[in-house]
């Protein structure tokens, strides 16, 4: 079952809860009206009215609740509203009961290595206690190598957090150089936020003085940024209605808690991403369709390497080619090769359909063109 009709089931679902209760609420304000005006007419009558008019004010009262009928009028909603809901859960139940057996392949895992990922994912989320739990049950000191820098990035982040760039600008203090390495301008952006933060709570002259001492060695390559923070110095009393307002969006603060985690966690030689995290939502996004997949095969055990998922471009991370014959990842020893019909084949596999003779033509797997290996192109990703 794709995802793309439990998500139409579900705003059927949406849109019968929303009739239904918007039908609800009509009839109860209406009846409520009626009760008020019944209500009304007897507190306006009461002094002249004898207990029989207030009978007959009762009585009209009745007949009109019945007239309303509320029960019939809801029955018809709430009927559509279940039935709704009754397909709905039956295609949850029928979409997630699924043998998933079927598509993936059963091999065996390292539990170390497994038990290391958890712990790096535990740490990366901030869960430190659960992460140290899971380190102690497993008996797996060594996954916690990562605890130490995930702590300190969390630090800086919850410091961040209270306008406090103090340890952001002591850890890019202690590794200035591998940052400039890197090309960088890390350093650069926390000074533009201290500034700004100074100018906007203390005064001008701190402001000034700041701006000497840590944006001055900037100003040969980013001459233009360090003049901008400087003529904001003459709006230092109304900055929030100045040319430079935008200085104080807080967007410059989560975007610079981000480019700080990916920083950090390049240091670590490690994506600024949690693994798991990822390789979950690939997963999830994934199985309908191997499932669909699967179900083609009549049975047979299908080889998930062997389909070609879409997944978007939030899923891809470097270019990757895999060749449809072989079923092999391309490599540098094993490149792709672009033949003249314009299909595409690993080298290897060009190599055995010519059995290892470069000199003869061989056909192409795709198309009936033969191609020589001579006017074949090495293809780089």
Not at 247 to 259: I, P, Q, R, V, Y
Not at 273 to 283: D, H
Request: charged share 25%; glycine share 4%.
């Amino acid at each position: 079952m794709e995802l793309s009709s439990i998500n139409d089931a579900f705003d059927r679902v949406t849109k019968k809860q929303k009739l239904s209760s918007s039908k609800v609420q009509e009839i109860i304000e209406q009846i409520g009206r009626e009760i008020e005006q019944a209500i009304s007419r007897i507190q306006s009558e009461q002094d002249s009215a004898s207990p029989s008019d207030q009978k007959m004010i009762l009585n009209e009262l009745k007949a009109k609740l019945k007239e309303i009928a509320p029960l019939r009028q809801l029955e018809g909603p709430q009927k559509e509203l279940n039935v709704a809901l009754s397909k709905y859960t039956k295609m949850l139940e029928k979409s997630f009961t699924a043998d998933i057996s079927k598509s993936y392949l059963d091999i065996d895992f390292d539990l170390h290595t497994v038990n290391q990922i958890l712990a790096s994912h535990l740490y990366r989320e901030g869960l430190f206690d659960v992460g140290d739990c899971f380190v102690s049950e497993s008996n797996e000191p060594g996954a916690a190598t990562d605890r130490a820098p995930f702590l300190e990035l969390f630090q800086i982040l919850e410091a961040m957090k209270s306008r406090n760039l103090e340890p952001a600008l002591k850890w890019v203090k202690r590794n200035c150089e591998e940052l400039i390495q890197h090309g960088s301008e890390l350093e650069l952006k926390l000074h533009r936020l201290q500034f700004v933060e100074i100018l906007q709570n203390k005064s001008r002259d701190e402001a000034l003085k700041y701006g000497r001492a840590f944006l001055a060695p900037f100003a040969a390559t980013h001459m233009a940024d360090v003049q901008k923070l400087m003529t904001a110095l003459l709006w230092a009393d109304k900055l929030d209605s100045s040319p430079y307002a935008e200085l104080l969006s807080s967007t410059h603060w989560s975007k610079m808690a981000e480019e700080l985690t990916r920083e950090f966690c390049n240091f670590m030689e490690q994506s600024h991403e949690s693994p798991l995290s990822v390789t979950i939502a690939a997963g999830i996004l994934g199985l309908p369709y191997l499932l669909k997949m699967s179900s083609l095969t009549l049975g047979k055990n299908l080889d998930p390497s062997s389909v070609d998922l879409k997944l978007g471009v939030e899923f891809q991370f470097h270019s990757v080619f895999v060749c449809h014959v072989s079923k092999e990842h391309a490599s540098a020893d094993n490149p792709p090769m672009i033949l003249t019909c314009g299909h595409v084949i690993c080298k290897q596999t060009m190599t055995k359909l010519t059995k290892n003779n470069n000199t003869k033509p061989f056909k192409c797997p795709y198309c009936p063109i033969e191609v020589e290996v001579a006017q074949c192109r090495q293809l780089f990703l």
